[in-house]
């Protein structure tokens, strides 16, 4: 998959966010940033624009651009309401995707399964990124696959670094199976199970990744109230 610099720039920005190479609220130097990455204002900007879409930035008028991560309490909202979305998607493909589709469908997981052999998480989630695409696509509900396509991107750099957690992308990739099945034999109610499922944050896998993005202390108050 190509991406032009601004892309390279933008993910590499949302790494070092990650990293807690800047802290929740402080303000982006462009200056710093366009010579770090050794490029002009504008490239960086575009970049800049590309991560304020994923909510992980957020731009102040007159004052900047400043880092900001959600809540525990924000975040799991907004993985619940994308579990539901995914979940409605996968009832109704399952009566409704087409056989060129559901090859494509296919065809995205074994390549989510190269990613695996390869080792490589990075690939592993761009083809997953499609497979649940194709889902929202054959949902045959066009408002439904603009609304999941929308929080997808949301939630795109949580969703990304769960993958990194030891043990998960082998998780995810079985759970791809059973989404797959239900939806070849047309079971909707499997469909729709595996896919809420699937991408639920719950447990143990929502303390991981709470705690992987320097909420620990607030999340830890919340659950001791």
Do not use: W
């Not at 609220?25 to 590309?50: H, I, Q, W, Y």
């Amino acid at each position: 998959m190509y991406l032009n610099r601004a892309d390279q720039i933008a993910e590499e920005i949302q790494e070092l966010i990650f990293a807690g190479s800047f802290e929740d609220g402080e303000r982006l130097d462009e200056n710093r940033l366009s010579e770090k990455f050794g490029v002009s204002r504008t490239p960086l900007r575009e970049a800049l624009k590309k991560v304020a879409l994923l909510g992980i930035v957020e731009k102040i008028p007159n004052r900047g651009v400043f880092v900001h991560q959600p809540g525990p309490i924000e975040l799991l909202e907004m993985f619940e309401v994308m579990s539901e979305l995914e979940s409605i998607c996968g009832k109704l493909a399952a009566k409704r995707i087409s056989e060129s589709a559901l090859k494509k469908l296919q065809k995205a997981n074994a390549k989510c399964k190269k990613a695996i052999k390869n080792n490589n998480p990075d690939a592993y989630y761009i083809e997953n990124e499609l497979f649940h695409k194709i889902i929202y696509n054959q949902s045959g509900n066009s408002f439904l696959e603009k609304e999941a396509i929308k929080l997808q991107k949301r939630l795109q750099p949580f969703r990304r670094v769960q993958l990194r957690f030891r043990g998960r992308i082998e998780q995810s990739m079985a759970e791809h199976e059973d989404i797959v099945k239900a939806l070849s034999f047309g079971n909707s109610t499997d469909a729709e199970n595996a896919l809420r499922n699937h991408v639920a944050v719950q447990g143990d896998k929502f303390h991981q990744l709470v705690a992987s993005f320097g909420k620990k202390e607030e999340y830890l108050s919340l659950i001791h109230i």
